[in-house]
């Protein structure tokens, strides 16, 4: 912070490279790039917006970034305001945020590392801290990593020469002693090296990749990272790719940062940067979680009379309008499609209207049967509450569940939440596992199954999430009612699931495993043999430090206590 207030200063006694131009209450500072595209008027944003040319990219509280198409070329615009005493309080004490960009995307540039061209930075002409401008020039072809790996599916081949490039241009950020604060992929600008694009497509490039950093105005320049920055630096790089790349191309990244930083001294391996990245995650998806308590950009308050929650803000307002005007109606209206109706919960099918034509959702009532039982939904998380934070927790993780897309109660007496409401999006064409494991006669298509639910099981227990009710019928096959062969296991009824920052503990893990494994006692052809399958698959994807026989002894007595348990109760084991 003192160093910021230290170079503000500075800042104040020398001017800034390239012109100053007043016009229309803002103070623009050009770099030659910018003075020879702007002239000597500056940047005409008013006009830009006034006549439309400037479409918005992103838009949120704190910035909103649009692109300009002019003769010369496309141009962004980042306007950035301040949202906050916080915010106010940090433009006092360092430079303008536009301003930082602006030199630190000209500073990287001069390292030979690739970033946004800077055209020009402004202000508000005022001497108090206001909002700020920064106009970049388009990098083109040069696309953020997320959108070209879903633009360009890529073979073998270009993922091996995507990973390695990859951890090539991070050695150099960190041998050039910039370490970037949020080192996230949608921060990283990728295109093909070379005009040749068609032998990339083939799979025949040997030219690589080329990358750019964005938002550059918070990242720190000093010597070579050594290995306590650089490894802080990984993990926060590396978040992204667990969950999306594999463990070979991971490795492969590891490889090539290694050898282009030879002298540096790594007491740690692959491995140590592998389990101190999950504990990250995990620490982060905790917090993620959290924000769907309340408001936040993808999330919205909703009320109407006595019943009020929250919902996603692209559900349609005509649809959600009608649905807390009467949520029980929905189950009760002739042709309402329900699924399960018992004592304690009612779950109907609805239609919910979109631009692309109508989708499926699925709208779950949750009885509250006295006084008492709403008192307790005021000192804690009802059920449809905890479904709606947990699955949204498990998206962040990656785990198959369907989205929620909201979560109500119905009031009484203005304060205590009674009957509790969660509109969930449907798995599409899904068959229930019980049902679908019952009637598949074919073993390749059953150990398909098995295999896939073992891996997310084995997922869902490392990114520590725990499923105290994981039984065959909280689970569903998508897309077994149209392709058997691809289908896949989601996760639903989320009301018994546990989130932490730890790793779910190995009795906790046998015990939720041996209440899947009672599930199926009754169905003769899940034999033995294939329950030891579904447990080598699920100990083969990342399990460690106990063999196979451990787990298995384990098992079979938590089944066997499973079993005596509902016996006692009378309850059948489902």
């Known amino acids: 912070m003192l160093a910021d207030v230290l170079r503000k200063c500075g800042s104040l006694v020398a001017p800034a490279a390239g012109s100053s131009v007043r016009a229309n209450g803002r103070v623009w500072r050009l770099s030659p790039e910018g003075v020879a595209l702007f ?124 990973a390695r490039d990859l951890g090539t241009f991070l050695a150099k950020l960190h041998e050039n002693g910039v370490a970037h604060p949020d080192p996230h992929p949608g921060n990283l600008l990728v295109a093909w090296e070379g005009e040749d694009r068609s032998r990339a497509e083939r799979g025949t490039v040997r030219n690589g990749f080329r990358f750019a950093l964005l938002d550059v105005h918070a990242i720190r320049f000093g010597p070579p990272l050594p290995w306590a920055a650089s490894r802080e630096n990984l993990v926060l790089f590396n978040r992204w790719f667990q969950l999306r790349a594999s463990r070979a191309d991971r490795l492969r990244f590891w490889l090539s940062y290694r050898t282009a930083r030879a002298g540096l001294v790594c007491p740690e391996g692959p491995k140590h940067l592998e389990r101190a990245t999950l504990a990250s995650n995990r620490r982060f998806w905790v917090a993620r979680t959290a924000r769907y308590k309340g408001t936040h950009r993808t999330v919205r308050k909703v009320r109407a009379g006595h019943v009020r929650g929250l919902a996603v803000r692209d559900l349609p307002d005509e649809f959600l309008r009608t649905l807390l005007a009467d949520p029980d109606a929905a189950f009760t209206r002739p042709g309402a499609r329900l699924l399960k109706e018992c004592a304690g919960s009612t779950v109907a099918e609805l239609e919910l209207p979109t631009p692309d034509g109508t989708r499926a959702v699925i709208l779950k009532r949750v009885n509250t049967r006295d006084t008492f039982g709403a008192l307790k939904n005021l000192f804690r998380a009802s059920g449809v509450r905890r479904s709606w934070l947990l699955g949204h927790g498990l998206c962040e993780r990656h785990l198959p569940t369907p989205r929620p897309l909201a979560v109500f109660h119905r009031y009484r007496a203005g304060f205590l939440p009674a009957e509790g409401y969660l509109l969930t999006a449907k798995v599409p064409d899904a068959v229930g596992l019980p049902e679908a494991v019952k009637a598949c006669r074919e073993a390749p298509v059953l150990r398909a199954w098995m295999d896939k639910l073992a891996r997310v099981v084995r997922a869902m227990h490392d990114r520590g999430v725990s499923h105290r009710d994981l039984k065959a019928p909280n689970i569903m096959l998508a897309g077994a009612a149209r392709d058997p062969a691809t289908a896949t296991p989601v996760l639903i009824d989320l009301v018994g699931v546990r989130a932490g920052t730890g790793a779910v503990p190995f009795a906790r893990c046998a015990k939720e495993l041996a209440r899947l494994n009672a599930s199926f006692l009754a169905v003769r052809h899940v034999t033995r043999t294939e329950c030891l399958r579904f447990l080598r698959a699920y100990l083969g994807a990342g399990a460690g430090g106990r063999g196979w026989k451990t787990w298995w002894g384990a098992i079979c007595r938590a089944t066997r206590a499973k079993v005596a348990k509902n016996a006692r109760r009378g309850r059948p084991i489902g």
Do not use: M
């Open 39 to 162: 002239g000597a008027a500056g940047p005409a944003l008013d006009e830009w917006l006034a006549g439309g040319s400037a479409a918005v990219v992103k838009h949120g509280p704190h910035r909103t970034v649009y692109r300009v198409d002019l003769a010369s070329g496309t141009i962004y615009v980042k306007h950035c305001r301040i949202n906050g005493p916080r915010a106010w309080a940090r433009e006092v004490l360092r430079l303008p945020k536009a301003q930082l960009e602006f030199e630190n995307a000209a500073r990287l540039r001069a390292l030979g590392i690739g970033a946004a061209a800077p055209l020009a930075w402004g202000t508000s002409d005022s001497r108090w801290p206001g909002q700020s401008y920064l106009v970049t020039r388009d990098l083109a072809p040069a696309v953020p990593l997320p959108d070209f790996l879903e633009a360009h599916p890529l073979t073998a081949s270009q993922r091996q020469v995507l």
